[in-house]
């Protein structure tokens, strides 16, 4: 187990309990059961081997690929929102496949690779890309959308693909992209109004003019030490889930929020000295190399999703709907989130085993349970 991991999860999860419980206070209990069954899950899923990961990658995304084709035909929407939909309910149930999606992408991919290499061309690498981004696009998800296929970008990089491929493969999307961008953007005009959403420094003071405003009011009001959760402040939607970093910082104030941004350079940081250690293994074994690509992937998955949801929340980005992992309220992204943490954890815990010489007498089979990487032959 690596601490730096630990203490950053259960810095985000106490932040989100803060936040709901300045946002919505009824929903205290709720919110906390669940982090702590999320820190449970992390824990207990942490103890599996990299080589179990890799083995479950083709299943989990071949289930998640299985949900997100379900979701325009009996998908369901929010109050908010019915005609998006995206999200899928069985009884009591109610979960966004879209967010397994994205651990479904860095298992297969980090699998792909541990076996196959990344010689030559990668057909069969880029058709798992753009059909898993493809099927969170038609939801439509924008905002998600493009976090998969940057996700996609990164575990190719990690893999060791090189830069000129992925910069071939990115001209090609751009050109192929071009002639139904427009279609796209007149069938869902309301993204293009997000786009269009600006509000000068006198409507924010005014704070009346929509949830961004009122979130950069809660953000300005909290100070340096907050208001604390029982403080005087408007109501608005978003402001428990994809906004939660106001409710943070209108309770902790600064100090909040810079416990947030260490917590995941926290986690960045755990993530990359994985890739490290895993670059010192002689000779590189595919679960070794497999396990880097599962670390960055992992990272990358929430601290890019942290990025998006931090500049919608500055006013950088349009609104997307991405909620900040391990803060916001929702179960699918904060579960989810949790596995991605338990994948750095068995990661980390394995380079230090093969580094140390301690590896157990099980693991002298990974040769033959996972093939030596060879050139891909698509």
């Known amino acids: 187990m690596s601490i730096q991991l630990i203490i950053a999860q259960v810095m985000l999860l106490c932040l989100g309990v803060l936040g709901v419980a300045t946002a919505e206070p009824g929903m205290i209990a709720d919110h906390g059961l669940k982090a702590l069954l999320a820190l449970g899950f992390t824990l207990t899923i942490a103890r599996l081997r990299p080589r179990a990961f890799l083995k479950l990658g083709p299943l989990v995304w071949g289930v998640t690929l299985f949900l997100l084709l379900l979701v325009p035909f009996i998908g ?10 995206r999200w899928l309910q069985f009884g009591p149930v109610r979960f ?60 190719m990089y990690a893999a060791g693909v090189r830069i000129s491929n992925i910069s071939g493969f990115l001209l090609a999307l751009v050109l192929l ?22 509000y000068s420094a006198e409507e924010v003071r005014e704070a009346g003019l929509g949830q961004i405003g009122l979130a950069h009011r809660d953000l300005s009001f909290g100070g340096i030490p907050g208001q604390g959760p029982d403080g005087l ?114 990661a980390m815990r394995e380079v230090r085993r093969q580094l ?5 007498p099980d693991s002298q089979d990974a040769q033959a349970t996972l093939p030596a990487p060879a050139p891909a032959t698509d």
């Open 76 to 85: 369901v929407g929010t109050a908010e929102s019915e005609a998006t939909k």
């Open 177 to 198: 992209a071009i002639p139904v961008a427009g279609l796209y953007l007149e069938k869902h005009p309301y993204i293009l109004s997000r786009w269009n959403q600006h």
């Open 233 to 346: 402040r408007y109501v608005y939607f978003g402001d428990h889930t994809d906004l939660i970093v106001a409710s943070v910082g209108f309770s902790s104030g600064l100090l909040g929020v810079a416990m947030l941004l260490f917590a995941y350079w926290l986690i960045v940081v755990t993530a990359l000295d994985v890739a490290h250690l895993a670059s010192r293994v002689r000779p590189m074994t595919p679960e070794i190399h497999g396990a880097s690509i599962l670390a960055i992937g992992a990272m990358f998955m929430i601290v890019g999703q942290a990025f998006v949801n931090l500049c919608v929340a500055a006013g950088i980005f349009p609104v997307t709907g991405v909620p900040l992992p391990l803060v916001s309220y929702g179960f699918s992204s904060m579960l989810t989130m949790s596995v991605a943490l338990a994948v750095i954890h068995s």
């Open 96 to 155: 966004q496949p879209s967010e397994m999606a994205k651990l479904g992408l860095v298992l297969m991919l980090a699998s792909f690779f541990a076996r196959r290499g990344v010689h030559n061309k990668l057909i069969s690498a880029t058709a798992m890309i753009m059909l898993t981004t493809f099927l969170v696009f038609i939801e439509p998800d924008l905002g998600t959308s493009v976090l998969m296929f940057g996700l996609g970008l990164v575990l």
């Open 356 to 360: 140390s010489g301690l590896d157990t």
